[in-house]
T-cell receptor, first 111, second 114 residues
Framework: DSGVTQTPKHLITATGQRVTLRCSPR?????VYWYQQSLDQGLQFLIQ???????AKGNILERFSAQQFPDLHSELNLSSLELGDSALYFC??????????FGPGTRLTVL | DQQVKQNSPSLSVQEGRISILNCDYT??????FLWYKKYPAEGPTFLIS?????DKNEDGRFTVFLNKSAKHLSLHIVPSQPGDSAVYFC?????????????FGQGTTLQVKP
C-alpha cells in the first residue's frame, strides 16, 4: 500500500460526458502528479500540482483540468469525453525529490 | 519523440537465474532514473533509483547500473523469483525547476518460471 488513494476504482460513462477523478496523496506529500496510461502506451505525464499551485504541464488536453485543494487532495476533471479517453489514470505523490508513489488508479471506460 | 525506451517488450527467465532489464534514453538532461514494478490492476510500485552522478545502486536482490556515455541503464534481479513476474517500467527525470515529472518507457513484461 503506497498510501495514495484514488476514487473511483472504475468509471464507465458515455461520450460527451464529464467525470471527476479524485486523489488523496500520502500524508505530508505536497506534490501530486497525474498520469494517463492508454492501451499499449506507457505512462504519460499530464500535470503536477505542488501545495495548491500548478507546477508543470505535460500533454494534457484542453478538455482536461485539475486542481489541488487546501487539504492537498487533487481532482482531475475530464470533459466532453471521447472514446479515446478510455484509459487508466494514475495519481502519484511525492514529498520532494524524485521518487513518486502511485495510487491504484482509476480505470475510465468511455462508451 | 520517445525519450526513454525499453526495447524488449518481454523477458522470460528461470527461477534463481539473473533477470536483466534494459533501458535507453536520449535526453542528456536527465539526472535521475527510477525503476517501477507494476502488477495488473495495481499502480506502479517504486523499486530502486539512481542519480546520474553514480554508476551503480544496489538494494537487496535489485541492482541498477547506469552508463551515462551510452545513455543506458539496466536493472539486475538476482536471484529471480516467481513473485518478480510483473511489468517493469524505467523512468527518468530532469527535475528542471523542481517539476519532478517522470518520463516513462513502454515497459518490459518479466516472467519468472518456477
Amino acid at each position: 500500500d503506497s498510501g495514495v488513494t484514488q476514487t473511483p476504482k472504475h468509471l464507465i460513462t458515455a461520450t460527451g460526458q464529464r467525470v471527476t477523478l479524485r486523489c488523496s496523496p500520502r500524508s505530508g506529500d505536497l506534490s501530486v502528479y497525474w498520469y494517463q496510461q492508454s492501451l499499449d502506451q506507457g505512462l504519460q505525464f499530464l500535470i503536477q500540482y505542488y501545495n495548491g499551485e500548478e507546477r508543470a504541464k505535460g500533454n494534457i488536453l484542453e478538455r482536461f483540468s485539475a486542481q489541488q485543494f487546501p487539504d492537498l487532495h487533487s481532482e482531475l476533471n475530464l470533459s466532453s469525453l471521447e472514446l479515446g479517453d478510455s484509459a487508466l489514470y494514475f495519481c502519484a505523490s511525492s514529498e520532494q525529490g524524485y521518487e513518486q508513489f502511485f495510487g491504484p488508479g482509476t480505470r475510465l471506460t468511455v462508451l | 519523440d520517445q525519450q526513454v525506451k525499453q526495447n524488449s517488450p518481454s523477458l522470460s527467465v528461470q527461477e534463481g537465474r539473473i533477470s536483466i532489464l534494459n533501458c535507453d534514453y536520449t535526453n542528456s538532461m536527465f539526472d535521475y532514473f527510477l525503476w517501477y514494478k507494476k502488477y495488473p490492476a495495481e499502480g506502479p510500485t517504486f523499486l530502486i533509483s539512481i542519480s546520474s552522478i553514480k554508476d551503480k545502486n544496489e538494494d537487496g536482490r535489485f541492482t541498477v547500473f547506469l552508463n551515462k556515455s551510452a545513455k543506458h541503464l539496466s536493472l539486475h534481479i538476482v536471484p529471480s523469483q516467481p513473485g518478480d513476474s510483473a511489468v517493469y517500467f524505467c523512468a527518468a527525470s530532469a527535475n528542471s525547476g523542481n517539476t519532478g515529472k517522470l518520463i516513462f518507457g513502454q515497459g518490459t513484461t518479466l516472467q519468472v518460471k518456477p
